[in-house]
């Protein structure tokens, strides 16, 4: 078995707050995505407000979700329908920077002396704070601040407030404020899973102008050739300044300087509210008008105004989805991050979606994933289901680039792209990408709970079931019946969820997800019929779906094979697994993990190892199918073989360990999942948070130490707390109705908030609820 790692961390403790105390130019990399603010559409990574000279590691970015360059694919070794043009987010131009100069000397914290930094993520206001308290080297003391915010309820909105305070002088300050255009991306690493291929620098600015404080900038990417506008204004809480504008389109800058005589112990305070819009967005011709009215709107409220409504915003958001934590205030402050990340990384406008590294870094070419809809989705689904709706919508509207994609590999239905931002198949290592098939099932397993916890039928009519049965029709054609196996319905070549497992036959995770997807895509075809039988109509005239079509859905479910070896009383993970040899992951020295970056992929598939469950998350999945015995002999035949190279993995661990009563260890695998990115525990949080991570730590505490789960129309619970919690208390929305869960260590209540009534389950023995009642259960140590 492999050691989790664990590490000190540097940022301090605090329920809601995460906090830098101290100048920590050798973490720089790692903080900056730390203190990234997003707001789902705009990402303003967390570098220093200051410019600063090239002492550490930084990468300076401002993201936008959904907005990509395109680039070659180029294989020296190509092949038919390999993935030949990817989409990679891109760096737009940064807002971020300021250039401060105190009487002649430039402010940055690697000169002079630092009397106080204090940095605070603060995930009430949705505000990241730097407080500084500094001496030049000529002895001129300075008070500075800056707020950052990227509003959540003005998605093409962000602003910046400075405080600029004088402590022991008098003197002329100025400072240097831009829209910077040259923003570029990382280029190649040697980290596989870092940098995109977008080439060194990827616009043509259309337009650059400025008149007094307030600039545009409108740059276009070469390849997608989508157009983005940018617009800053500035606003100063004094009269007396003197200021000037440039703006140069050949150099992608526009830039403003204002100076001001400075008196000792006043305070000076200048705004900067900034908009982008892209052609993504609105026709490209109204992208300059669109962010004018959004500052124009900004000046109107005003910086404070802007953070009260944010706070407003907030508030309403940690109402629904907050989960309270006692025992561990490292947890506390974990479990809220992952959140708050999560919906800072969230797309809601049906056009994006949530990338692997949120709107913080470059990790994996800002591409989205399975990762969405397995791991991120029950977090939103059970808290905020109108943002799951937005997400899967968003599946939606790619649905025909999945068209496509699966009649460039000659079937038909649809096959959606392992990662992807506008539709397109990015990956270019096709085991570990195209064959991951089961992308198409995750996206089923997530409209079937999405409509189970919601009821919502008019999804399902508008957009769902569309999705079902092109992918049911694809599953269709991707296996056949083979006499050699009994008759039964195998599929060959293909990867499953292990990507240290790859091309393999009879993916057990695979079987049995498609064969989930043809039950329900038979299950909402006979739902339809009877509740709307004129849209099943109008859809199966669109789609041309015949009857015959989903007999054979039916059949194939039914003969599904589904792999297990009865001696060793296993699903084995696919045909060729167990005959391989076991890898003693005690025997590998740390430092060779992850294994991708150390090992040829031919030496990892010929093993018995896993990056992250597999067979384990199958049972996870479909838990209903499976018995308690299943899980053990699994989980002890599985665990002592997985690396967890891949941040996804322990959550899913943590949560079966849980199940199993096996606490510590739950609970271990739990710190890990939620500690993340704030330990930087995979040591490379600097290229991004790990989102479907924080997604599997909300579902650790719910599904794991909280133990529900859900079957069609109920809600069940089986609570037990690790020794080092004292309490767990979370909601969950539920078909309308809202439900608050709190679990001691020797109890467990239910309290109906919203709805009528509900019926639930604990360690089954079912009771209702009806609005406003609670019900207590004792909990046997
Ligand atoms: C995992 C995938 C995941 C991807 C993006 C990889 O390391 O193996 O399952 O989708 O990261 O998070």
Redo the contacts with the bound molecule.
Sequence with gaps: MRKLPKKQSILLPDDWNIIEEGFHPQHNFMLETIFTVANGYLGLRGNLDEDFPDKCQSFKATYINGFYEEYDITYPEGGYGFAKRGEAMVNVADVKTFEITIEGEKFNLFSGKIYKHIRKLDMKSGTVVREILWESERGRKIFISFERLACFKRQHLGAINIRIKPLNFSGRIKIVSKIDGNSSNLLETEDV?VGSGIEKFPFETSKAHCSELKGFLMQKTKKSRLSYGCMAEHILSFGDFQHKSFADKEKNLVIFEIEFDAEKDMEYNLTKYFSYFTQRDVEEDLIEERCAAEILEAKKMGFENLLKEQREFLETFWENADVVVKGDPKIQQAIRFSLFSLLQSTGRNGISNIA?KGLTGEG?GGHY???SEIYIMPFFIYSQPEIAKMLLLYRYNILDAARKRARELHHRGALYPWRTIAGKECSAYFPAGTAQYHINADIVYAIKKYFEATDDLEFIKNYGAEIVFEVARFFSELGHFSEAKGGKFCIFCVTG?D?YTALVDNNAYTNYMVKMTLEFATELYNLLKEKDSNALEKLCRKIELLKDEVLLWKNIADNMYLPYNPELKIISQDDSFIYKKRLDLSKIPENQFPLLLNWHYLDIYRYQVC??PDVLLLIYLLRENFTFEDLKNNYEYYEPITTHD?S?SPAIFSILAAELGYLDKAYEYFVYTARMDLDDLNDNTKDGIHA?CMGGAWQALVFGFGGMRTNKDRLSFAPKLPQRLECLSFKVRYKGKVLKVEITKDKASYTLLEGESVQLSHYGSSFELKRGQAKEFILAN
């Design positions: 899973r692997a994996y994933f399975w990762d969820p990507e990056k992250q891949s996804l479907a």
